[in-house]
């Protein structure tokens, strides 16, 4: 991939899409800490949070849930036969 600066953006002479939305992540990413660096701890801190809660909440969605496929256990089972 051959890459230029112009303007503060990156653009690519390839037509590749996965390879230009990585750079306009990168991009994103970029001024977003450069952002959140001049925030005060209070605010860095409460968007550090929401940030790793949306992407908390966001990966739990995409895992099942094995707790159904397992039967629970009574407790003390033996000492409940007649």
Not at 24 to 40: I, P, T
Request: no cysteine; hydrophobic share 45%; charged share 15%.
């Amino acid at each position: 991939m051959v890459g230029e600066m112009s303007k503060g953006l990156v653009t690519t002479q390839t037509q590749n899409p996965v390879a230009h939305w990585q750079a306009k992540f990168k991009e994103f990413e970029a001024g977003f800490k450069a952002w959140l660096a001049k925030q005060s701890l209070p605010v860095e801190a409460a968007v550090v949070t929401a940030t790793s809660a949306a992407i908390g909440a966001f990966m739990g969605t995409l895992t099942n849930d094995d707790s159904s496929y397992f039967p629970t256990s009574l407790p003390n089972a033996a000492s409940m036969n007649p």
